[in-house]
């Protein structure tokens, strides 16, 4: 089956990095991505990563997946209060049309 | 290029009354997934659409909620009868091609009172 679960807060103080984790059940996913949602808006693709990668860094992200235990991270290097939002990890189940199966999504509160 | 548009952006029905929900794609895709948004929770894929085809609806409810993707003009979501349950926010995602990077639009945020 699909599923993928995230820890639903996060607080870190400003200049600090912030770690949100997921965990997905769908070996055959292709692709995995964050999206970043800020209050009352749509949603932003931050990043993504392909299945045969460990590791992709893009300027203050940094995405790591361990297909082994089904494990992805994000962390953002020094964290600002701009980043406040709530961030959803979702994956494309393989040959499903390219549909996203998301998370529930971590809320992330930057203090100042 | 103007982003993926969705209209209108907040909608207000009372229960039993219809609701119509369009989004217009980027130029240049030709399919389009919906997707709904219940308060506190994830986004739930709904059905994907490619023009004049229903492709996947596995995650629409059997009773009441209908899509198409015209030839011409937006792509609609049409929920009859609406109750309570109904409210949430309705994303719609765009894309060239099967697989690739979805693009969202703002969502309608649709109340039921």
């Known amino acids: 089956g699909e599923d993928v679960e995230q820890s639903l807060f996060l607080s870190v103080r400003e200049g600090d990095s912030s770690v949100i984790n997921c965990t997905y059940t769908d070996s055959s996913s292709t692709y995995l991505y964050w999206y970043k949602q800020e209050p009352g808006a749509g949603l932003q693709l931050l990043t993504y990563?392909?299945?045969?990668?460990d590791m992709k860094q893009d300027q203050r992200l940094t995405v790591l997946l361990n297909k082994k235990d089904k494990h992805l991270s994000l962390r953002i290097a020094d964290t600002q209060t701009g980043d406040s939002a709530i961030y959803f990890c979702a994956e494309t189940p393989y040959n499903q049309g390219g549909k996203l199966i998301f998370g529930q999504g971590t809320e992330l509160s930057v203090k100042p | 290029n103007a982003g993926v548009m969705q209209n209108p952006r907040h909608l207000v029905r009372r229960r039993g009354q219809e609701a119509r929900l369009r989004c217009s794609p980027m130029k240049g895709h030709s399919h389009v997934y919906w997707y709904r948004q219940l308060p506190e929770e994830g986004l739930k894929f709904m059905v994907y659409l490619q023009k004049e085809n229903i492709i996947d609806e596995s995650g629409m409810p059997k009773e009441r909620f209908s899509a198409e993707f015209p030839k011409e003009g937006p792509s609609i979501l049409r929920i009859q009868q609406v109750v309570r349950g109904d409210s949430a926010a309705y994303f719609c995602?765009?894309?060239?091609?099967?697989?690739?990077?979805?693009?969202f639009g703002p969502g309608t945020r649709l109340t039921v009172l």
């Open positions: 995602a765009s894309s060239p091609a099967s697989g690739n990077e979805q693009f």
């Open positions: 990563i392909f299945s045969n990668m």
